[in-house]
């Protein structure tokens, strides 16, 4: 038996008046993802826990079959795991951004998504200046690590939520912070007048004169997938969160040539990829960042687009071919609600639909937001959904 779970993250909406009332699923041409719901027994699932607030990292851990609030100990590890570092045991890992300060202001969480090959340069300087009793790794555009032994209980801001602040005012607070706050202080005069920024600064683009450590933790101690469900699998995502949980699960961490994480995505090749990789291992997930990306921009054009490009190319791609691999499962859900309205994550749960070739099917006949509570799962915890697919 196969097992397939394909994640359209952020596609869940709620009705939109230029819609007519409907949804974005509901309002788009969806037949594969209407198809594994006629055809299958349709739920809803609580991806996000109360006390979390609903970031990708943690609605993944919940569909991976990972409880968040056992397991997630914050970006940074996930970080760590993504590219590549190894934690010790009384290691803190930082999710540490490089971000552009103006006149004392946080001006942008990503200092104008700056190149990796720029940033790798400035985060081996400030990792020469500043290395001493820390280590800073450089990561993917603006996203890097910093990994220490202190300030496991500093209250950091994530950048992206300060925009516009000022610096002063969002510092690190509470136990060992002035750790952090003199390293994020010492960045400045090395970063600033790095090459890489007088460059920067000459093409009239956001310079990268500041880091920036949030979402610190230690390694999650996480038993890896086969432990849990007695198979292999692996995962395909282009967004390094989800690179990093996988790496923690022990999955096999496939990298898909044109994997953009972006509207631009290459969906046809994620589902060659994955079908090449049931050949070997039991169990694939293909997570898919475009509707959530429409979403943050509110773009309902785009969100649309991004849904049938996942049903067509991704669902259908899949579906088209699963068959010569015997029996299987098939799960699709998207990882939470990502609002046009809104424009951000929300917690409501989200509707999934599970075909098995070998089960009988439920009485929803298409998959969206509403037709789902008519399930005959009703309403599910996430991270039980796997278990209940496996079994
Ligand atoms: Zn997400």
Same mark, same amino acid.
Do not use: H, I, Q, W
């Given at each position: 038996m196969k097992f397939i779970v394909l994640v359209g993250d952020g596609m869940a909406d709620y009705p939109i008046q230029e819609l007519g009332g409907l949804t974005p699923l509901q309002a788009a041409d969806t037949p594969n993802m209407d198809f594994i719901a006629k055809h299958g027994r349709n739920g809803v699932a609580?991806?996000?826990?109360?006390?979390?607030?609903?970031g990708s990292d943690v609605a993944n851990l919940s569909i991976m079959g990972y409880d968040p609030v056992k397991y997630y100990s914050g970006r940074g590890p996930l970080e760590a795991g993504s590219i590549g570092v190894t934690l010790e045991k009384d290691d803190i890992a930082f999710r540490c951004n490089l971000i552009t300060e103006k006149d004392g202001i946080l001006a942008d969480y990503s200092a104008g998504h700056i190149s990796s090959d720029e940033a790798r340069i400035l985060i081996e300087t400030v990792d020469r200046e500043l290395g001493t009793s820390c280590k800073f790794h450089a990561g993917v555009s603006y996203r890097h690590l910093l990994v220490m032994?202190?300030?496991?209980?500093s209250v950091c801001t994530p950048p992206h939520d300060v925009v516009g602040q000022s610096i002063e005012d969002v510092l690190p607070r509470g136990e060992n912070s002035k750790i952090l706050i003199d390293l994020i202080r010492a960045s400045k005069p090395i970063l600033e007048n790095n090459e890489i920024n007088r460059k920067r600064r000459k093409n009239g683009k956001n310079v990268a004169n500041l880091i920036w450590p949030w979402g610190q933790g230690r390694a999650p101690n996480m038993p890896v997938f086969r432990e849990m469900f007695g198979i292999s699998g692996s995962i395909i995502s282009a967004v390094d969160l989800l690179k990093g949980i996988g790496k923690y699960a022990g999955l096999n961490i496939i990298n898909v040539p044109?994997?953009?994480?972006? $509207?631009?995505?290459?969906f046809s090749g994620k589902a060659d990829y994955a079908l090449r990789s049931l050949e070997e291992r039991d169990f694939i997930l293909v997570h898919v960042e475009a509707p959530d990306e429409a979403g943050h921009m509110g773009n309902l054009e785009a969100k649309m687009k991004a849904i049938e490009d996942f049903d067509k190319k991704v669902v259908g791609g899949m579906l088209n071919e $699963?068959?010569? !691999?015997?029996d299987y499962r098939i799960l699709i859900l998207p990882d939470h609600p990502t609002p046009i309205s809104v424009r951000t994550h929300t917690r409501e749960p989200v509707p999934f639909a599970i075909y098995s070739s070998t089960e009988s099917a439920d009485y929803v006949e298409r998959f969206d937001e509403s037709a789902a509570?008519?399930?005959? !799962?009703g309403l599910v915890e996430g991270h039980c959904l796997l278990r209940m697919m496996i079994k």
């Open positions: 609580r991806t996000v826990p109360d006390s979390m607030a609903p032994k202190e300030c496991e209980k044109g994997a953009t994480g972006y $509207l631009d995505t290459n $699963l068959g010569g !691999f015997g509570k008519e399930g005959v !799962f």
